[in-house]
Nanobody, 123 residues
Framework: QVQLVESGGGSVQAGGSLRLSCAAS????????MGWFRQAPGKEREGLAH????????SYADSVKGRFTISQDNAKNTLYLQMNSLKPEDIAMYYC????????????????WGRGTQVTVSS
């Protein structure tokens, strides 16, 4: 079992930045793929980025490549998503998730989910 708690969401103006955090606890060793997802109202959940926690390899969706950065602090068991150049189309509930290898951005690969943190971007 893995428990995940997101924080850091909020409201920013277009072009601004936010850093989301996800505190993880439990069996993170067996669930070494962690990722960030988002879901806007009326839309499907979208995979944004994932990281292999035991090696640091990352991958991004094209929609956020170059603007968002996923990282981790293993000492704190915390996952981050740095979001820059935010746009109104980034408005969504953002979730972190954990699952076993191999890593990819399909939601079905992830077994454990946080409750989410809301991001709002005003134009």
């Amino acid at each position: 079992q893995v428990q995940l708690v997101e924080s850091g969401g909020g409201s920013v103006q277009a072009g601004g930045s936010l850093r989301l955090s996800c505190a993880a606890s439990g069996d993170t060793y067996s669930n070494a793929c962690m990722g960030w997802f988002r879901q806007a109202p009326g839309k499907e959940r979208e995979g944004l980025a994932h990281i292999y926690t035991r090696g640091g390899g990352t991958s991004y969706a094209d929609s956020v490549k170059g603007r968002f950065t996923i990282s981790q602090d293993n000492a704190k068991n915390t996952l981050y998503l740095q979001m820059n150049s935010l746009k109104p189309e980034d408005i969504a509930m953002y979730y972190c998730a954990a699952g076993p290898l191999p890593c990819d951005l399909a939601t079905s690969r992830f077994r454990y989910w946080g409750r989410g943190t809301q991001v709002t971007v005003s134009s």
